[in-house]
């Protein structure tokens, strides 16, 4: 799998459009961009996904630039509960590999 | 409700001493898998199972077991659980339609051996 790069943290103010940034430079493909969340120890839940269109659902949005190589989640309005660690992945086959992810901090 | 639910949530145990930790789905999915979570590693694939009597090994398959007798459940087995097995463990599951099917996670396992 393509290995994803994250700020290692970022703080949001409550009811404003979170961004969060990651590059795959290395992406192939035929591999698809994923983001998950984890809150606090919990499983990790799955907010969206996609390969070259910009999707969007209940939850975010997600960008992904022409070439590929990067991507962007947009929580469009954050809540206190949207404070978690946002993970970035690629993936290509079923196994899904995490990395240090971004620590989002929404605050009052 | 569909979910994937993990029994015991927090267990403590002690070297060597054979423990089970339960994974079941109620989403008739083909596809389940064990990851542990341990600081500054994240998260690591153990074993996983395609479906019924069809299991192989992750990136970390060292002292655990698992079994896939029946679909909805995936059992993680340490035949003798040493400390460096401390860790969080979770179960996940999705369809097997594609490989971009969604994985859904069970709540963790934190496990404590002495």
């Known amino acids: 799998d393509a290995k994803t790069t994250q700020p290692p943290s970022m703080d949001c103010a409550e009811g404003r459009a979170a961004n969060l940034p990651c590059n795959h430079s290395?992406?192939?493909?035929?591999?698809?961009v994923y983001w998950y969340r984890q809150i606090h120890s919990q499983g990790p839940q799955y907010i969206i996904h996609?390969?070259?269109n910009n999707e969007t659902n209940e939850m975010a949005s997600l960008i992904i630039t022409e070439d590929r190589k990067s991507s962007t989640l947009i929580l469009p309005h954050a809540t206190l509960r949207d404070t978690a660690v946002y993970y970035c992945?690629?993936?290509?086959?079923?196994?899904?590999?995490f990395g240090a992810g971004t620590t989002v901090t929404v605050r009052a | 409700e569909a979910q994937v639910t993990q029994n015991p949530r927090y267990l403590i145990t002690v070297t060597g001493k054979k423990l089970t930790v339960t994974c079941s789905q109620n989403?008739?999915?083909?596809?389940m898998s064990w990851y542990r979570q341990d600081p500054g590693l994240g998260l690591r694939q153990i074993y996983y199972?395609?479906?019924?009597?069809?299991?192989d090994k992750g990136d970390v398959p060292e002292g655990y077991k698992v079994s896939r007798k029946e679909k909805r459940n995936f059992p993680l087995i340490l035949e003798s659980p040493s400390p460096n097995q401390t860790s969080l463990y979770f179960c996940?599951?999705?369809?097997?339609?594609?490989?971009?099917?969604?994985?859904?996670f069970g709540p963790g396992t934190r496990l404590l051996v002495l």
């Open positions: 989403m008739n999915h083909e596809y």
């Open positions: 996940a599951s999705s369809l097997q339609r594609s490989r971009q099917e969604t994985q859904y």
């Open positions: 290395t992406i192939s493909g035929n591999e698809y």
């Open positions: 996609g390969l070259k």
């Open positions: 992945i690629v993936r290509i086959d079923y196994k899904l590999s």
């Open positions: 199972s395609m479906n019924v009597e069809v299991t």
